[in-house]
């Protein structure tokens, strides 16, 4: 990734986006969970939207104040970013700044969607196989 937050995206992600969708745009909005941003695109966004309606409505009276935190994380942070003729897209700086993504980002498949981490985050994050997975791209980057 470079200064102004270009990344190009990896081989794995621009192959799916193209078997999925002619569009070429994501959205890239706050993780759920974790200290990582997400992205995906407009038919993802549609079964996630589905997703949050459906627990909106079963949280309605337990939960008013969940429900509202969960939309406002997902979709009060995403924002649009157009991937280029070479697969690259610009993080926009309100999104990378909130994920603390630096220099480097390292990207992570998640079936419909991937994510973004922060190298360092990932290194320190308690799923093991991410933790794993950090490391590698750690090493190779290191090598190369």
Known sequence: MNE???LLLPGFV?????RR???????IGSHEHDPCLIAYD????RALHADCERRRIAEERD?????ARRLRR????AETAAIDEQGAI??????RRHARIGA?????GIGGAFELWDPEAALGHDDPGLRELAAFHKEVRHVA
Do not use: I
């Open 90 to 95: 610009v993080l926009p700086p309100m999104v």
């Open 4 to 6: 102004k937050g270009r």
């Open 14 to 18: 621009r192959f799916t986006l193209a």
């Open 104 to 108: 480097q980002a390292l990207v992570v």
């Open 74 to 77: 997902l979709f009060g942070l």
């Open 63 to 67: 939960a008013p104040a969940a429900s």
């Open 21 to 27: 969708t002619d569009a070429r745009s994501l959205l």
């Open 42 to 45: 407009a038919a993802y966004a």
